[in-house]
C-alpha cells in the first residue's frame, strides 16, 4: 500500500519560514516525478513545484521559485518544500504527490497516482 504522509505545516506569521516534508512508503520502484499542490479555501489546486526523481530536475510555479525550495532525500524516500518569507496568500492546504509513470506536464495535477492527506500552512499578516 503505498502512502504519502505530510508534515511540517502549521501558524506563522508573514515573512517566517516553514519547511514541508512528504515521506513515501510502499512504492515498489523509485518515483518518476514528485510534486507539492495547494489549495487554498474557495480555489481550485495549483502547481507549487515538482522534482524529477531522478536527475532531481526541479520545476516551479512562476510567482512561487523565488520563495520555494523543493528538494529530496533519496536514503529516507523524502520530499521537502522549504517556503521562505511567507505571505497571507500562501495559506493554504499543502499537498504531495507522486507520478509513478513519465508524465508529460508536471504541472497537471490529473497526471499523479498518488496523494497525501494534505497539511494546512497559515500565514498570518
Known amino acids: 500500500q503505498v502512502q504519502l504522509v505530510e508534515s511540517g505545516g502549521g501558524l506563522v506569521q508573514a515573512g517566517q519560514s516553514l519547511r514541508l516534508s512528504c515521506a513515501t512508503s510502499?512504492?515498489?520502484?523509485?518515483?518518476?516525478?514528485m510534486a507539492w499542490f495547494r489549495q487554498a479555501p474557495g480555489k481550485q489546486r495549483e502547481f507549487v513545484a515538482a522534482?524529477?526523481?531522478?536527475?532531481?530536475?526541479?520545476d516551479y510555479a512562476d510567482s512561487l521559485k523565488i520563495r520555494f525550495t523543493i528538494s529530496k532525500d533519496d536514503t529516507k524516500n523524502t520530499q521537502y518544500l522549504q517556503m521562505d518569507s511567507l505571505k497571507p496568500e500562501d495559506t493554504a492546504i499543502y499537498y504531495c504527490?507522486?507520478?509513478?509513470?513519465?508524465?508529460?506536464?508536471?504541472?497537471?495535477?490529473?497526471?499523479?497516482?498518488?496523494w497525501g492527506q494534505g497539511t494546512q500552512v497559515t500565514v498570518s499578516s
Open positions: 510502499g512504492l515498489v520502484f523509485s518515483p518518476y516525478v
Open positions: 522534482i524529477r526523481w531522478s536527475g532531481g530536475n526541479e
Open positions: 504527490a507522486a507520478g509513478v509513470r513519465w508524465i508529460q506536464n508536471e504541472r497537471d495535477d490529473r497526471m499523479y497516482d498518488y
